[in-house]
């Protein structure tokens, strides 16, 4: 192909130089056979290119079908990686969840039984509150009870303290009576028998001596009668409780002291409307009322009309019953209060008596587990209260 494109290079150019040149036609007529063969080989050429242009473009067209195919593969083969990639990222993803659900779970599982541990625990701590209250509140309540008790312990001391205080002076009183009381009759019974004229039984002293002899002895019976019926009041514990109705009790006094109302003429007031009744010792709550009674009549002012007056009331847990008086009175101030119950113990000698009624009231009042009070002023009046148990 190189020397034919030479060759009509090289022929045209001579034509062109001959043509410059002027020369015959002959070599015209030889340019168009050299024309013809140009196009001839033209054609050829064109037929060659042609061919070669087909072929390179079937061998381009199967280029591009390998690069197509290429293409597809690897589409095919980055497809199929993402495919794989896909599998493997969902694979992956799936054991992941897996892994993960199982951990929810064991975790879910651990939570569970901490959940159920914790509540244990919460409940056992709750009970152990509960029971930490109830022993606070046992705690407090045998503080409360320790506290009462001591001041039930100290009530108790100090009431047996004042019973042994009570008791001390009663044994005065009872040293006092056997020193005074006991040996004065017996005394006058030895100086009597030792002057009885025993060689003259006709003696008219003798007569005498046993009139002092009957008197003292008399003293003396009274005496130890009376010991014996305060020993009697101290010592019966036994003594049986009544349900009593103070109306018809104070009726029975006031009847009993009949003749001494004859002499003094009191006016007689009482109200039991305010506490009627009280469950006690019949006897006791009998004598105190007539010894109260008694002395009211007895310890008047002789020109002035004797008041009585007797109340009951409640008042601190104490059943209380007043009787109330404008009779001669006592000046507490200028005498000891304890010798105003004291046995044998006399605030007007003016007047007959023993000194006996109120040392059995207040033996008798405090035998029930009470106590008995006076509030009086002399020339103006007394009254005594008994503080009784309900």
């Given at each position: 192909m190189k020397e034919i494109k030479l060759y009509i290079i090289f022929i045209l150019i001579l034509l062109l130089s001959n043509t410059v040149r002027g020369q015959d036609l002959a070599g015209l007529k030889h340019l168009d056979s050299l024309k013809n063969i140009i196009q001839a080989d033209t054609l050829i050429k064109n037929s060659e290119e042609v061919a070669r242009l087909k072929l390179a473009y079937e061998i381009l067209e199967n280029k591009n079908q390998v690069a197509l195919l290429q293409k597809d593969n690897e589409l095919m083969r980055a497809t199929a990686q993402k495919q794989i990639l896909i599998i493997v990222v969902a694979v992956t993803l799936i054991i992941f969840l897996t892994i993960l659900i199982i951990i929810l779970y064991l975790s879910n599982s651990k939570a569970q039984?901490?959940?159920?541990?914790?509540?244990?625990?919460?409940?056992?701590?709750e009970d152990k509150n509960e029971e930490i209250r109830q022993q606070k509140e046992e705690i407090e309540a045998i503080n409360n009870n320790l506290e009462q008790t001591v001041v039930q312990r100290t009530q108790q001391l100090q009431f047996t303290v004042?019973?042994?205080?009570?008791?001390n002076q009663d044994l005065e009183q009872f040293s006092y009576i056997v020193s005074h009381n006991l040996r004065a009759p017996i005394a006058h019974l030895i100086g009597l028998a030792n002057v009885f004229n025993k060689e003259n039984i006709a003696d008219p002293m003798n007569h005498e001596?046993?009139?002092?002899?009957?008197?003292?002895?008399?003293?003396?019976?009274?005496?130890?009668?009376?010991?014996?019926?305060?020993?009697?009041?101290r010592n019966d514990l036994t003594l049986k409780k009544d349900n009593i109705n103070l109306q018809e009790l104070t009726d029975k006094v006031l009847e009993d002291l009949q003749a001494d109302i004859e002499?003094?003429?009191?006016?007689?007031?009482?109200?039991?409307?305010?506490?009627?009744?009280?469950?006690?010792?019949?006897?006791?709550?009998?004598?105190?009322?007539?010894?109260?009674?008694?002395?009211?009549?007895?310890?008047?002012?002789?020109?002035?009309?004797?008041?009585?007056?007797?109340?009951?009331?409640?008042?601190?847990c104490m059943f209380v019953i007043s009787v109330k008086d404008n009779g001669l009175g006592i000046d507490l101030s200028k005498i000891d209060p304890y010798k105003v119950f004291g046995l044998y113990q006399r605030m007007h000698t003016h007047v007959d008596g023993k000194g006996l009624g109120l040392y059995l009231v207040k033996t008798q009042v405090e035998a029930l587990g009470g106590k008995v009070n006076l509030e009086s002023e002399e020339n103006i009046g007394s009254t005594f209260k008994l503080f009784l148990p309900i």
């Open positions: 039984k901490l959940n159920q541990l914790l509540a244990k625990q919460r409940n056992e701590l004042g019973n042994l205080s009570h008791r001596i046993l009139a002092h002899v009957q008197k003292s002895a008399y003293n003396l019976d009274m005496i130890v009668k009376d010991l014996t019926h305060i020993l009697s009041i002499v003094a003429n009191p006016k007689i007031l009482y109200d039991f409307s305010k506490a009627q009744g009280i469950y006690s010792v019949k006897p006791y709550i009998e004598n105190m009322l007539y010894q109260l009674l008694s002395n009211a009549i007895k310890y008047r002012k002789k020109r002035i009309p004797l008041q009585i007056q007797i109340a009951s009331e409640i008042k601190d």
